[in-house]
T-cell receptor, first 111, second 113 residues
Framework: SQQGEEDPQALSIQEGENATMNCSYK?????LQWYRQNSGRGLVHLIL?????REKHSGRLRVTLDTSKKSSSLLITASRAADTASYFC???????????FGAGTRLFVKA | EPEVTQTPSHQVTQMGQEVILRCVPI?????FYWYRQILGQKVEFLVS????????KSEIFDDQFSVERPDGSNFTLKIRSTKLEDSAMYFC???????????FGQGTRLTVV
């Protein structure tokens, strides 16, 4: 079964708008992380939210976690063209060690 | 800030050749991982390594692949006889004892021609 599935698969917005990406997962988790990846480049760790946290902020990023629904959302406020990238959620399962990635959301911010 | 270092950043190899991808973990980290990302696709788990042995591997990690930590420092992924479909970005990740977060390197782009 897939763990950490994002939606939408692709999102196109205008600069200045907010972008919201969602992630669902299937099993109990220890934490959930969001990563950004520019085309063909490495993974940039954005934010980690633990299973006992409900919301976390970092700059223009806001992450929520609802463990009862097994879902998380990433909100990027006041988006910029430089935010154009793929965004992945990744989960670390309870009692596990490997990080499981979702398929990602491709965000395109038009200037 | 400590970081995971991967070398080379880009490797081009002929089909059938052996390649070794290298990773220098963060000092004192004890858990090591390799992941693969085929262009445009998701990041997939390959293998985890702890206490000098494989602790878990995915179905992708077949007999063509091997991992080791030969000198207690570098953590390597070897692909014995590369195939075109091995072309991908390979990420190393390391994790400390009791930690709940793995740290990823910047990846090695492997191109098999």
């Amino acid at each position: 079964s897939q763990q950490g599935e994002e939606d939408p698969q692709a999102l196109s917005i205008q600069e200045g708008e907010n972008a919201t990406m969602n992630c669902s997962y299937k099993t109990s988790i220890n934490n959930l992380q969001w990563y950004r990846q520019n085309s063909g480049r490495g993974l940039v760790h954005l934010i980690l939210i633990r299973s006992n946290e409900r919301e976390k902020h970092s700059g223009r990023l806001r992450v929520t976690l609802d463990t009862s629904k097994k879902s998380s959302s990433l909100l990027i406020t006041a988006s910029r063209a430089a935010d154009t990238a793929s965004y992945f959620c990744a989960t670390l399962n309870t009692g596990g060690f490997k990080t499981i990635f979702g398929a990602g959301t491709r965000l395109f911010v038009k200037a | 800030e400590p970081e995971v270092t991967q070398t080379p950043s880009h490797q081009v190899t002929q089909m059938g050749q052996e390649v070794i991808l290298r990773c220098v973990p963060i000092s004192n980290h004890l858990y090591f991982y390799w992941y693969r990302q085929i262009l445009g696709q998701k990041v997939e788990f390959l293998v985890s390594f702890y206490n000098n042995e494989i602790s878990e591997k995915s179905e992708i990690f077949d007999d063509q692949f091997s991992v080791e930590r030969p000198d207690g420092s570098n953590f390597t992924l070897k692909i014995r006889s590369t195939k075109l479909e091995d072309s991908a970005m390979y990420f190393c990740a390391t994790q400390g004892q009791g930690a709940t977060e793995a740290f990823f390197g910047q990846g090695t782009r492997l191109t098999v021609v």
